[in-house]
């Protein structure tokens, strides 16, 4: 019981004078709230925890989602606990906490019922009660536990998921004990230690258990540390997370941000994913061996690079010439590599090989690397180090997971599936396609200016096809276009997205209407041009004919003299001359027009 392990918390003289403070709901919830803001700290001057906004916030939003299980009927127990708390308190506490819980209710409820946040102790607790077990009694939460025999998992949540959030909450549960005890040690509140040395003697994981139990279910604890430790495995249960955590490491680097999202799979093969990833980090370990030098241990990096492609394939001549510091011109980093379907089918035996390498003939490695002057001695120069890394690959393509077929390489969709799941338990945004076409548009046209324009243009034809690629749907991509990262130094990029549209397909009544568009207005007249249909010049904006402009300068590619020329040319059509195209540049885009127009020496207003 929690009260046996939390001491001097003031339960018993808050729950006193009020008959609706008996209500078990809120008995339940008011010893989950004083504890927890014991633990936290909150002064006990008064023989109960004093509530501070601050505090309120974090037992709302944070501990609460992270300890205790409360039935949905139940939650509302929860506010009353610390609105009734607060009004003990004088110079204006009640009103400061009222403002808080207000501010928090919605926080609150998504936390307690966002799957994300469930470990094996509240899930277990849900379980229990849905199945009418009676959560103060150990020997029926026991006897109903027994009965799941290989209990389900929440919709959406991995085994992983489950582990890695109670592995957190254990750390930061038994964190809060361990510092309460110091905290009274040092200075010894008058309303008597929160822990005793008794109690601490016994353990602080102990400690932590008992409290558990009290939150979620009497008993849970130990049974999911004895006899049913198969419902809730550990983190030696999971040793693919090794591999898990090289990919959200290569995925912070490409991106900075778990957040932003990786492309979406054109095809994933439903798996047992825990089992392939468990087979894929086998192989993985076994790579770093001598024997697979000097690539060997690039495994994660490229089976991170490919899934990041959208998983179209990649060449293995043109990784092993970025690995030899060779030249590779990045607009070909996106070039297709032809690949025949049996192997992008995968499910080959383990032992099936993808034969020998060899690097492809010379017109080919050119096409792949954009490198002028190549010749037959370069291409024999690749030769080795080409070998050397097509040896990782047919390692890692006897799990079925990846193919390699001449000199193309990528994910099989089964190992697209096994990559997005590692992906996925670190956190890191992995939509399939299903989840990609639900987005809304600005949501499309974010996450697709971090993408390849090939993987890009896939997605947007995608989600427009998603909508039937009605004008409504045209229209509001369009619109995201010019709105999205607006102001910023990726707005760009951003309307940049327009040249992946193929707009020879759309309405001719969305891309009219987007004339009068202040970004990319004048992308759409061209567009209507191109497709010989009638449009209206008139309605384009000054600052949408500036973009257009703008973006079509050389930035920093070619001789300065060059681009230098490139600026003149299109400054003598521009009304007003240089002044005025450079004043209506800037003003539709700053951070660009400073990009393209520094090095050439011109100055903004």
Known sequence: MAETVLT?????????????????????????????????????????????PGLVRQLLVEDLPTFVYAPPGELAAYPAVLGALAARFDGGRRERVAVVLAESAPDFERAMNDPGNLT??????????????????????RRRLAALDGAPLPDGVRRAHLMGRTALADVLLAEALTRAYVRDAEAPPASGPLLTDHAVATGIGRLASALQDRWTAAGLAEQLAGPYARFAPGPEAFPHLVLADALLDEHLDYYGDPAAPEPPPPAVEAAPVEEDADLLIAVVEELTEEEFEPYGDEAPHLLYAVYQRGCSADSVARKAAEYEDWSVDPALEDVAVTVPDAAVRGGAAPDASPGPYTVPPLP????LLGTAGLDEADRARLEGPARDLAAVLDRLAATGLVFRAGDAFGLTPRGAGVVRYL?????????????AAAWTAPEVVAAAGGWSPTVAARVLADWLHARADTPDAWAGLLAALGTVHAGTSRAA????LFAVLDTAAAPPEALRGALRDPVVGAYALEALRERGEEADPIQVRTSAR????????????????????AFDE????????????????????????????????????
Do not use: Q
């Not at 992906?423 to 989840?435: H, M, N, T, W």
């Open 120 to 141: 094996w102790h509240r899930w277990y607790a849900s379980l229990l009660r849905t199945c009418g077990a009676d959560l103060a009694d150990p020997e029926d939460v």
């Open 364 to 367: 080919e490695l050119v096409r």
């Open 546 to 565: 500036a973009l257009r402009v703008l973006d079509a300068l050389p930035a920093k590619k070619g001789p300065l003299e060059t681009r230098r020329a």
């Open 8 to 52: 001097n918390t003031g339960l018993d003289s808050f729950l006193d004078g009020a008959p609706e403070h008996r209500d078990p709901a809120f008995v339940r919830a008011a010893e989950a709230v004083l504890g927890l803001l014991a633990l936290r700290g909150a002064d006990r001057a008064t023989g109960v925890p004093e509530p501070t």
């Open 423 to 435: 992906l996925g338990v670190r956190g890191v945004a992995a939509p399939d396609a299903a989840e």
């Open 570 to 605: 299109a400054a003598a059509a521009w009304p007003g001359g240089s002044a005025a195209l450079v004043r209506a540049m800037a003003a539709a885009d700053r951070h660009e027009t400073e990009r393209v127009l520094h090095p050439l020496g011109i100055a903004l207003p």
């Open 493 to 496: 990029a951003t309307r940049g």
